[in-house]
Every structure is written in C-alpha cells, then in structure tokens.
C-alpha cells in the first residue's frame, strides 16, 4: 500500500491582506484564510492630449504621480500654449502610468473584498505578509509533466477516452485518459477540466497541466481507486500527482 506524505501548498497574498488565521491553525476545505481587496485597473484614452508631450514631461509626470493617490478633478498638467487646457484626473485612485500612447492608467479598490480559500483540509505551518503555507497528507504518484502547471481537481478517477463523455458534470475535476486529440482535449477545457493525467505520450495543443504516469505508476492508480471520488493535486511541473487523504 503507498504511504502517506506530507506535502506542502503555498498560497500567495497581494499586499494588505488581511490574514484571518494563525499558526498551528486547522482549515477545512473552503475555509477563509484572509480577506484581500478586489482592485481594478481603468485606463483612459488621454492621447489627444498627451500625445502631443514629449518623452520627457511624460517621464516627469510619471515620476511625479507614480503609486501615489489621486483625486478626482485634481490638476495633473497643463497643456498647450498661452491658453494651456487644464488636464485633471478624471477618478480617484492609484496612479499607475502614462503610457507611451497617452494612455491615463489607474487603479482603483472596490468596495467588495475577496476571500481566499483553502482549497484542501490541512494545518498552517507558515504565515509570512506575502503567502501561508499549508501542509497535508497524502498519496504521490510521480510522472513526466507534458504540459507545465499546478491545478487542484475532485472527482471520480475514471478513465474517459470519448468526446461523448465529456460533459458539464465534469467542470472542476481532473481527466484521466489516453487521449490527448486536440479537439478532445479542446472540449475538456471548455467544460471546465482542471488538468489532464494520461500514461501515453503525445503532441499536445492545450494549456491544461497534463502529466504522463509510468505504466506501474498508472496502473496502481487505476486498479486500486477506479470510479473512488478524490480530492486531488496535480503539479506536473514536478511530476507528480497528489491524492489528498485525512
């Protein structure tokens, strides 16, 4: 029977997260660990105006402004000659830049605030300003990553090697199959497959993480948990398949 691990999974915060849990703290799956706020870019097309400013005053005017707040109707610059018009921010926020084609970049905070999620039962073993790290158990399966990237999944392992099957009931899990035809693979991502595991090599043409397992690797897989409902981790960057156990 295959062994428990304990692994480790690293959720990264955006500056001023408010972080809702502590060390030693046990989450469930779904529980809020912080809150952050929801902050949204709008960009102005100013070109008519600051178009016509030379490389130069743009790069005072950034400098001036840059990650500093600005209010609504405040004066940014004047342009043109003995009747200058009067350029002024046209909303509150965060200056960002003025880019090389005029264009006023802004971002600003909604009222909203979005919570993060642990995605797994597990134990916070790290709490820095910028991440926690969690820890949990469970089964690894090691393979070759196809297609690099990180994805949780939960679901029936089952193999699916028909477009027919793909379906909406699917959405959030991760596909176990040997077919990796870009058109079938085309319709997983679009009924919202997390990641791909197969045990054939092949040319693919998909963002979806897709790991290959070994043969023994896949076959212990499939013999032992076939149509089992799991929770699980694919990082097929360092090739391994995660079955998340209590």
Avoid: H, Y
Wanted: proline letters at 2%.
């Amino acid at each position: 029977m295959r062994s428990k691990i304990k692994a480790k999974w690293i959720i990264k915060l955006p500056s001023g997260a408010k972080i809702l849990v502590k060390m030693g703290d046990t989450v469930g799956i779904m529980e809020k660990l912080a809150e952050v706020e929801s902050k949204k870019i709008e960009s102005f097309n100013f070109s008519q105006f600051l178009g016509k400013l030379d490389a130069g005053k743009l790069a005072e005017l950034n400098q001036k402004f840059r990650n500093n707040w600005v209010n609504s109707g405040e004066l940014m610059c004047l342009v043109g000659g003995i009747f200058p018009n009067k350029i002024c921010f046209p909303m509150s926020g965060n200056f960002l830049e003025i880019d090389e084609f005029g264009n006023l970049k802004i971002e600003k905070t909604d009222e909203e605030k979005k919570d993060v999620l642990s995605p797994v039962e597990a134990k916070v073993i790290k709490i820095e300003d910028d991440k926690i790290t969690l820890e949990f158990g469970a089964k690894e399966f090691k393979g070759t990553g196809l297609v690099e990237g990180k994805a949780w999944g939960e679901g029936e392992i089952r193999i699916i090697n028909d477009v027919k099957e793909l379906n909406s009931q699917l959405k959030g899990s991760i596909l176990f199959t040997n077919n990796l035809d870009k058109t079938f693979l085309l319709k997983a991502e679009v009924i919202g497959i997390t990641a791909v595991v197969a045990n054939i090599d092949g040319e693919v043409d998909t963002e979806l993480p897709i790991l290959k397992l070994e043969e023994g690797e896949w076959k212990e897989l499939v013999d032992d948990l076939k149509n089992k409902k799991e929770k699980m981790l694919i990082n097929s960057r360092l090739g391994r398949l995660l079955l998340v156990v209590e």
